[in-house]
């Protein structure tokens, strides 16, 4: 692992070049435990609501999840139907329970009508976008090591308390010093 690249976990997917991209777009859905970010791939525009969790039955959860997305999907000028969904999990929610994943692929096809879902660990599309697939992800909750695409579940720090807020201003300064137009992007 090249330890010496440190990458904040910004997530921006490369544009293309397809002339109606806002059209031909995958809408991004990013369902972190303390909130739900949505908006197209290739752009920095993301809209953020309320996390997504709810302890009910399965169909409420889709019937509620799936109210969610559709009005955050609507503030942000994003219709759902008929996209391709790419859907950000987590370190923690990768090795989680099956059932979960089942239950986000049955909304996607079944509910929001997507043409096509693709489910992916958020640390490894930050290093992706950047055009690696080994490096050290860096955001306000942990730190996760990424190997040839794959996230290593033991190897991942941590960051609770002052640290958290710390390495949080660090990332931002970090990321604002790279690129001063990130100052004026939401979230």
């Not at 330890?3 to 293309?16: D, E, G, N």
């Not at 099956?98 to 693709?118: D, I, N």
Request: charged share 20%.
């Amino acid at each position: 692992v090249n330890a010496h690249k440190i990458h904040c976990s910004i997530l921006m997917l490369c544009a293309t070049d397809t002339p109606h991209m806002e059209e031909a777009a995958a809408v991004v859905i990013d369902a972190a435990p303390d909130e739900t970010r949505i908006g197209l791939a290739g752009g920095t525009d993301f809209h953020t609501g309320a996390a997504l969790s709810v302890a009910v039955d399965d169909d409420a959860w889709a019937e509620a999840t799936n109210r969610a997305i559709r009005s955050l999907a609507t503030s942000a000028g994003i219709t759902v139907d008929g996209r391709h969904i790419l859907l950000t999990e987590g370190i923690d929610q990768k090795h989680g329970p099956r059932r979960t994943r089942e239950l986000w692929v049955s909304l996607a096809f079944e509910k929001l009508g997507s043409r096509s879902m693709y489910l992916a660990e958020r640390s490894s599309l930050a290093l992706f976008s950047t055009g690696t697939t080994s490096g050290i992800v860096a955001d306000a909750r942990s730190a996760v090591v990424v190997y040839e695409g794959s996230p290593l579940p033991h190897a991942v720090k941590r960051f609770e308390g002052e640290w958290s807020s710390a390495i949080a201003g660090a990332v931002s300064a970090a990321a604002m010093a790279c690129d001063p137009d990130i100052k004026n992007a939401p979230g």
